[in-house]
């Protein structure tokens, strides 16, 4: 089972360029998020969604985009990179609601120069 | 107001030595809570969660941990550390029927085993 898939594992850009990163899953969750990781500070969550179509807001949603368009996919957009969205992020989705476990990605490790 | 306190931000035992990673939280209803384990360069994996069924619950590979709701606590132990168990671990609340903006992590506990 592939569970939550993200692409790519790696990224480096320079400021200004966008991009956008991938997560799949497999398992047909409804709920999918997106995580920034940064050294001390944990998990901060930028966006997520309670299914297709519906997305909303997190800790730290400037700077990013979101779609669902279907229940499997939930790519997270870079607008216009900056030099503090140096992070690892991580995709993750779980079934009937927030309060059952999250499955995580491997994440993405991104670096904008 | 919620929270989520790891009381250890690094924790060193030797191989075969219990393990304690302490964690306590505050929250307005009765929270499902997790822990979930980190190893380098991968996502979180769950440990365990509790969900106010019984107070002791069993994780996958001996992980163990116990809620106190009087001492508000969610404390992660383990009898015998494994090289393997070298990690970051990270405590996390979510109050029941909320939206995901409502889940806090802890800041993690960075777990060494000494052989």
């Not at chain 2, 709701?69 to 404390?75: D, N, P, Y």
């Amino acid at each position: 089972n592939a569970g939550v898939t993200q692409t790519p594992k790696f990224q480096v850009l320079k400021t200004g360029q966008s991009m956008t990163l991938q997560c799949a899953q497999d398992m047909n969750h409804e709920y999918m998020s997106w995580y920034r990781q940064d050294p001390g500070m944990g998990l901060r969550l930028i966006h997520y969604s309670v299914g297709a179509g519906i997305t909303d807001q997190g800790e730290v949603p400037n700077g990013y985009n979101v779609s669902r368009s279907t229940t499997e996919d939930f790519p997270l957009r870079l607008l216009s990179a900056a030099p503090s969205q140096t992070s690892v992020y991580f995709c993750a989705s779980s079934s009937q609601g927030w309060e059952q476990p999250q499955h995580f990605g491997d994440g993405t490790r991104l670096s904008i120069l | 107001a919620q929270s989520v306190t790891q009381l250890d931000s690094h924790v060193s035992v030797s191989e075969g030595t219990p393990v304690l990673l302490r964690c306590n939280y505050s929250s307005s209803y009765s929270p499902s809570l997790f822990w979930y384990v980190q190893h380098p360069n991968k996502g979180l994996q769950l440990l365990l969660k509790y969900t106010s069924a019984a107070t002791l619950v069993k994780g996958i590979n001996g992980f163990e941990a116990e809620f106190k709701k009087s001492e508000t606590s969610f404390h992660l132990t383990k009898p015998s550390a494994h090289m393997s168990d070298a990690a970051e671990y990270f405590c996390v609340v979510s109050p029941r029927g909320s939206s995901a903006s409502k889940i806090i992590f802890g800041s993690g506990t960075r777990l060494s085993i000494r052989p």
